[in-house]
C-alpha cells in the first residue's frame, strides 16, 4: 500500500502518519523533516534550503522537492509500501511525484487529508514544541508544562521551531492553502481522497482513518 497525507500546520498530519506508518509497515517519508535536516548542513543546497524555510519563509522549489524525493525513494524495496507526508504540495509536483512511484514499482492507492479549521491551527502550532535530538513533538501544557523542560524521552533540550513563529505560521497557511488545496482538490476529484475531521482526539482520528482506508 502507498499513501499521501495532507493536512494543515497544527493538524497532526506528522503523528498520524507514523501511526499509519507503524500499523501497515509502510515506510514514512516526511518531506518537511528532510528540509530540516538538509538545512542544518553546511552545504550549498543546505544554506538554500535554510534561507527559504527559516528567513523567506518561502516553499521548496518543486525541482529541489522531486529531486530529494527521489533520492529517498530509489533506497525503498519496491515491495515495501510508503507513506508520503506533504508531497506533491503543489500541482506541478503532482507528475513527477507519480512518475517517481511508478519508477520505483509503487502505485499510489489513498490520499488522506486531515481537515483542520485555520484558527485551531494559529493556536495548536503556538503551543508546539519539539526535541531536536529525537525528534519527538510535544504540545505545551500536555505533554511539557515549561518550554523550559527537557524532552521526557530522550532528556535533549526542546525548542520551538523556527518557522513556527506567528508570522511564519500565518505565511505557511496561506501557502497551504493557496498551492496545497488544489493538489487536495485533484485527488478529491479522482475518488482516492479520504477526509478526516482532525479537530478530534489522536486516536479518534487515527480511527476514522483506518476504517476509511
Known amino acids: 500500500m502507498n499513501l499521501i497525507i495532507f493536512g494543515p500546520q497544527g493538524s497532526g498530519k506528522r503523528v498520524q502518519a507514523k501511526k499509519i506508518a507503524e500499523k501497515y509497515n509502510l515506510e514514512h517519508i516526511e518531506t518537511g523533516q528532510i528540509f530540516r535536516k538538509i538545512a ?15 528567513e523567506k519563509k518561502e516553499m521548496i522549489p518543486d525541482s529541489d522537492t522531486v529531486e530529494v524525493l527521489k533520492y529517498y525513494l530509489d533506497k525503498i524495496s519496491p515491495e515495501k509500501g510508503v507513506i508520503l507526508d506533504s508531497a506533491p504540495r503543489t500541482m506541478g509536483q503532482i507528475e513527477p511525484v507519480e512518475k517517481i512511484l511508478k519508477e520505483c514499482g509503487k502505485s499510489l492507492d489513498k490520499a488522506i487529508y486531515i481537515k483542520l ?21 510535544f504540545v505545551l501544557g500536555k505533554n511539557i508544562q515549561s518550554a523550559e523542560d ?5 532528556g535533549g533540550k526542546i525548542r520551538q521551531r523556527k518557522d513556527d513563529t506567528p508570522e511564519g505560521v500565518v ?9 496545497t488545496a488544489p493538489v487536495i482538490d485533484y485527488y478529491r476529484k479522482k475518488g482516492m481522497l479520504i477526509e478526516i475531521d482532525g479537530n478530534q482526539e489522536i486516536e479518534k482520528v487515527f480511527e476514522d482513518i483506518i476504517k476509511n482506508i
Open 40 to 54: 542544518a548542513e553546511n552545504t550549498q543546497l543546505g544554506k538554500k534550503i535554510h534561507e527559504l524555510m527559516n
Open 117 to 137: 479549521p485555520r484558527e485551531e491551527s494559529i493556536v495548536r502550532i503556538s503551543k508546539r514544541h519539539m526535541c531536536p535530538t529525537c525528534q519527538m513533538d
Open 171 to 179: 505565511k505557511r497557511l496561506d501557502v497551504f492553502y493557496e498551492t
Open 150 to 154: 527537557r524532552c521526557p524521552v530522550c
